[in-house]
């Protein structure tokens, strides 16, 4: 079995418990066998003399195996100069090729299945690929020890190239590799000092699928042709919830192209020769939806609701959950408080390739051919509804155009869509493509949520006791093995240095249940939760008469929190003593996925709405693998998250999202993205999360910033209404 799960680290213990969930078999557990080893059963394996992870061809060039896949994060580079490190490969031949699906050999080690997320890809692997480079490099040593009749401790190994500096013998990996490959790789190869690295923490390591990209040969999802292969769209209920009450296929089958008309558990499929007509039939379909168990009503009520839920007067079923308490709470409230509400709106994933899976099925064969992020999960749901094991899901991974959190559900919902449609195609491929339209209407939501705080602050001007209520869907309700508090809906408040700091806590979450889908957005809780936290801990600061970097490093020491300040003190250093003539400076600081981001953002009011100008992020993250990657995250995590303080909301109307394409859901443009300095604190710690920690500080650090030049607090997002 994996090893124990951290119950505070929700990404692991939700994902472990659906893999425990998936063992499931017939009602029982299959003793003796990890959920792992069922899983894996029928599943494809790489065949290399060097075990799962590294292949070596006769020319000498090094391929790793990643079980991670590219989203555009570019994790591949990481991933590959971790092994190219400890093998001592020339970095220039090497090479990233997507695992196949098989939970056993490629299982992310924090989840229990195969999958990308939670900003974990490095953090899992750096143990695991350190070893696979190591084991690698010693079976070369070996092998040419025997060939130089020398000790293998004398040997040195540069760029693919081992050595004896005694005999001023040499030969490469590729001269070497007929007799390395016999050797047994060893279970515990000795690992190189960090102090040593050449390769890792340089701006050596940059990505290596950087030219496909450009040049347009990178394959994704809608790349993919086969013969005889189907194109298929679905017309889903306008409504959450609705299902399809009855439909009149007799336009849509006139359609030139269109091959077949027919009801599938999530609406009404088309497949046709082309995508054009596959849009076409769909269009001239007549549905009627029945909507008696679906959502009508307003985001704008449905807030009015959460606001009586946090008072307590919303439904008895409703019950609060406590998640952080600690001191005398029914008597530290009195006198002068600060009070303070803030609410977040439902946001779309927005990536920039909508939804899409090109599936083949053949009695109980299944072949899946897409950007498959968590494909334990899509292999296990996919093997529900063909009737077969969840090994024999054959996935190919291909590269995605973006996920932010919508490719990792529990559902596998689009994935199992398209599994559907080609029970139907008679064997036929069939590619199940959503429109942004699709994606927007259709699709999963990072959660509306609200907030309420009272704080009151002690004779020092700081917090004495610090009341809270969360009002938010809980994303991960109704996954196996998942019992009480979801984690997703608190992190980031839960644990923070500034309730640590706190002598009476009194915090409690309301998880009101909406038949609108939810999902983890990148961030996942962070994503309100430092918001309010930090915007919250500046305008404490300007109540008790103290600077609002100063409130703070006072609150860290007492929390002992020196990972925050140390974050804080370096982005307070980097940014300078005073802001851009002009401009107004905002700071925050939050902890997410393992790793500290603290922000200095430069602000000015214009035309009536914020414009952000510098960005000075410092991060602790342990050893910075690839310190050109993190400085990518941290960009584009702050244009993610600074598009959505702006603009970002999806609301309804009735029921029915108003937002349907990007003219109606406003992003953040290249001219109106900051200039974002990164800056690494130093650490030899085991690396931890990237992907994520850029995206909710810059928020709260415009908020101060609009906060210092105006006094006015941010309490609604998103800044600039449509």
């Known amino acids: 079995m994996n090893a124990p799960v951290n119950p505070s ?43 799962p992870f590294v292949k070596i061809g006769a020319d000498g060039w090094v391929t790793v195996i990643s079980k991670h896949q590219e989203m555009g994060q570019g994790n591949h580079a990481g991933l590959a100069a971790i092994v190219a490190e400890e093998l001592d490969a020339d970095w220039s031949k090497v090479k990233v090729e997507e695992a196949p699906a098989n939970a056993k050999l490629y299982g992310n080690t924090l989840m229990g299945v195969q ?54 013998k040499s030969a490469s990996f590729a001269e070497l590799l007929p007799d390395a490959a016999k050797i047994k790789p060893p279970e515990n190869p000795t690992l190189k000092d960090p102090k040593t690295f050449t390769l890792i923490g340089t701006d050596r390591v940059r990505r290596k699928d950087s030219l496909a990209k450009a040049t347009g040969t990178a394959r994704y999802t809608q790349d993919v042709q086969l013969p005889g292969m189907l194109v298929a769209m679905v017309a889903h ?46 269009d001239a379909l007549k549905v009627t939806w029945d909507d008696d168990k679906a959502e009508k009503r307003g985001s704008d009520v449905i807030l009015a609701e959460y606001k009586q839920i946090a008072a307590g007067k919303g439904p008895a079923e409703i019950k609060a959950q406590a998640f952080e308490t600690k001191g005398d709470a029914a008597n530290a409230f009195g006198g002068d408080v600060f009070r303070a509400s803030y609410d977040f709106p439902f946001l779309a994933h927005a990536t920039m390739e909508p939804m899409n899976c090109v599936a083949q099925v053949q009695g109980n064969s299944v072949k899946l051919t897409f950007a498959s992020q968590v494909q334990t999960l899509d292999q296990l749901n996919v093997a529900k509804v063909v009737g077969t094991l969840p090994g024999a ?26 599994a559907h449609v080609a029970k139907k195609t008679g064997g036929k491929p069939v590619k199940l ?63 923070s240095p500034y309730l640590k700091a706190t002598p009476v806590v009194d915090a409690q979450v309301y998880m009101p249940e909406l038949p609108v889908p939810v999902l983890w957005w990148r961030s996942v809780g962070a994503t309100h939760t430092a918001f309010v936290m930090e915007h919250t801990i500046d305008q404490l600061a300007r109540k008790a008469g103290q600077d609002p970097a100063a409130y703070r490093k006072a609150l860290y020491q007492k929390a002992g929190a020196a990972r925050h300040l140390a974050a804080l003190n370096l982005a307070l250093e980097k940014a300078g003593p005073t802001p851009t003539p002009g401009w107004t400076r905002g700071v925050a600081v939050h902890e997410s996925f393992g790793s500290v981001v603290a922000q200095v953002a430069e602000v000015q009011v214009k035309d009536g709405e914020p414009k952000v100008g510098r960005v000075v992020t410092a991060i602790d993250c342990g050893v910075a693998v690839s310190p050109d990657q993190i400085a990518a995250q941290m960009e584009g995590g702050t244009c993610y998250g600074l598009s959505a303080t702006l603009f970002g909301q999806v609301t309804l109307k009735d029921g029915l999202v108003e937002q349907t394409n990007f003219d109606t859901y406003r992003v953040l443009r290249i001219n109106e993205a900051p200039q974002v300095e990164t800056h690494i604190v130093p650490s030899g710690e ?37």
């Open 9 to 51: 680290d929700l990404s692991t213990a939700t994902r472990r418990g659906l893999i425990v969930g998936a063992a499931m078999v017939g009602g029982s557990l299959l003793v003796g066998c990890s959920p792992a080893d069922i899983l894996s059963l029928g599943a494809q394996k790489v065949d290399s003399a060097f075990g």
């Open 115 to 168: 999958g990308t997320g939670g900003s974990t890809a490095i953090n899992n692997s750096w143990d695991q690929l350190r070893k696979a480079g190591a084991g690698a490099r010693a079976m070369f040593v070996q092998a040419a020890a025997a060939r130089f009749g020398a000790q293998a401790g004398d040997l040195t190994v540069k760029d693919g190239v081992v050595s004896d500096p005694k005999s001023g």
């Open 237 to 282: 209920s306008p409504r959450f919830g609705g299902k399809v009450k009855s439909f009149d296929a007799a336009a849509a089958k006139q359609v030139p192209g269109v091959v077949d008309v027919f009801e599938i558990p999530t609406g009404v499929a088309v497949t046709a020769q082309n995508t054009f007509a596959a849009r076409q039939g769909r």
């Open 393 to 418: 899901v054959e996935i190919e991974t291909l590269f995605a155009g973006g996920s932010f959190g919508r490719r990792a559900n529990q559902d596998s919902d689009y994935v199992v869509e398209c």
């Open 433 to 495: 493509v959503w429109t942004r339209e699709d994606d927007m209407t259709a699709g999963k939501y990072r959660p509306l949520t609200y907030h309420d705080v009272v704080v009151k602050l002690g004779a020092d001007g700081f917090p004495a006791a610090w009341r809270h209520r969360i009002v938010t869907q809980s994303i991960t309700k109704g996954m196996p093995m998942q019992k009480g508090l979801d984690e997703t809906t608190v992190e980031g408040t839960k644990g």
């Open 686 to 722: 085991h690396p931890s999360g990237v992907g994520e920690p850029g995206t909710p500080v810059i928020g709260p650090a415009v908020a101060n910033a609009i906060l210092a030049a105006t006094g006015q607090a941010t309490n609604s997002l998103p800044m600039v209404k449509a």
